[in-house]
């Protein structure tokens, strides 16, 4: 059986994700929880939960707002950052209203110096990844700049957090991620029982709850993906191509790639994304007795392509392709995001080489003008599994 309209969040978790977590934000704003958005799975939710801060990701995944950034943004510039700041200077962000501050980060120039844009409009900390995390330095920069966030949201909303609070936070994110881990792993049977949209909308809703208030609905959710194994309920079949999905962040209009791969008959069983199952991935060290430093090791092991050399990337690729089985790789980059467009070639003999798989890299934005070219490559990528 293959009904893609029947969705495993139903049972009053239905309805879009995005206005699921809109309704959480807000009820806990009105609990008087401060907000603070983010961008990136670089920002340390946990520590941010320590204080009973509620995170909130903003919105950058439209095309929409793309026309009113380049009044002010060169047109060349990722589609990502052009949609995040078209979203603020048009106030339809709901997200980025709902937030008191905003959590940046250093992964490109061209998010750095829109964040000196925003940063006139509410206050925004800008936290400096170390990129390259193999050197010793790595970690201690790292920790220090999470404990200068700490220091800039206690000081902000008049809230403390202390080691024993962000240790519990750890241990909490730790019962979360193995839960989705779980939900993940259902994508890697051979037919999935579980869909990318699925995958995608537990994603959303799971990455700003605590442990505490997700972990009741990921079980329920186990169950029924449970249920779904023992009655038979698939998408696609046996001979369905199985495909992973890797490259820059995708959501919203960036979801087109997805949907072209279902549309030439293709499954996407590996979402790899720091939207995706990137952020969920692996356990923070517990009782280490510094908290913290626990959370700059976890954080700094997200292979995101700003990091040099990205070998972890690869590795974490290979598991992925131990572990669920795809025939091909898609590596999907946005146009004038030069880190994965420089990396593809490095990732393709990757793949191709070690797995001996497929692979193919493509470069789009969030319109939908390179739709019919799109599907014509990936019609071909498939035919030749």
């Keep these: 059986m293959n009904n893609s309209m029947i969705k495993l969040m139903n049972d009053g978790f239905d309805g879009e994700p995005s206005k699921r977590v809109l309704q959480y934000v807000k009820s806990k704003k009105e ?24 995170p909130a990701i903003l919105c950058s995944f439209s095309n929409i707002p793309i026309e009113s950034a380049e009044t002010v943004l060169p047109a060349n510039l990722c589609p990502l950052i052009k949609s995040s700041y078209g979203f603020i200077i048009e106030g ?82 730790n019962r ?17 029982v579980i869909s990318w949209q699925e995958m995608y909308d537990v994603a959303f809703i799971a990455l700003p709850s605590t442990g505490e208030e997700i972990i009741p609905t ?29 490259g820059c ?12 791969i279902e549309a030439s008959g293709g499954v996407v069983v590996v979402p790899d994304s720091c939207t995706g199952m990137k952020t969920f991935m692996g356990q923070f060290e517990e009782n280490t007795g510094d908290p913290i430093g626990a959370l700059a090791n976890r954080y700094l092991k997200i292979p995101c392509a700003c990091m040099t050399p990205n070998n972890k990337r690869l590795v974490d690729i290979s598991n992925m392709i131990d572990q669920f089985k795809p025939d091909v790789v898609i590596d999907f980059v946005l146009q004038a995001c ?20 497929p692979f193919l890299k493509v470069e789009s934005d969030y319109s939908d003008g390179d739709t019919g070219q799109l599907k014509t490559r990936i019609q071909a990528l498939l035919e030749s599994v």
């Design 249 to 260: 962040p995708i959501g919203g209009d960036a979801t087109k790639i997805f949907n072209i």
């Design 92 to 173: 339809t962000c709901p997200f980025y209203s709902i937030s008191q501050a905003v959590i940046a980060e250093t992964t490109c120039d061209g998010k750095k110096k829109m964040f000196e844009l925003i940063a006139d409009i509410k206050p925004t900390f800008v936290m400096d990844l170390p990129q390259l995390p193999d050197e010793l330095s790595a970690k201690d920069n790292w920790k220090n700049m999470i404990l200068n966030l700490k220091t800039f949201l206690e000081s902000s909303f008049d809230r403390t957090t202390s080691d024993e609070q962000i240790e519990r936070s750890l241990q909490s994110a």
């Design 338 to 357: 030069h880190a994965y467009n420089v990396e593809s070639y490095k990732l393709g003999q990757h793949v191709s080489e070690k797995h001996g798989l």
């Design 218 to 246: 990921l079980k329920r959710l186990i169950e029924k993906l449970e249920k779904r194994v023992k009655e038979g309920f698939y998408f696609g079949n046996h001979n369905t191509p199985r495909v992973m999905v890797t």
């Design 176 to 192: 979360k991620n193995k839960l989705m881990e779980k939900i993940f792993s259902f994508a890697a049977l051979n037919p999935s």
């Design 31 to 54: 609990q008087n929880y401060p907000v603070v958005g983010i961008y990136c799975g670089y920002a340390p939710i946990e520590m941010i939960q320590s204080l009973g801060i509620v």
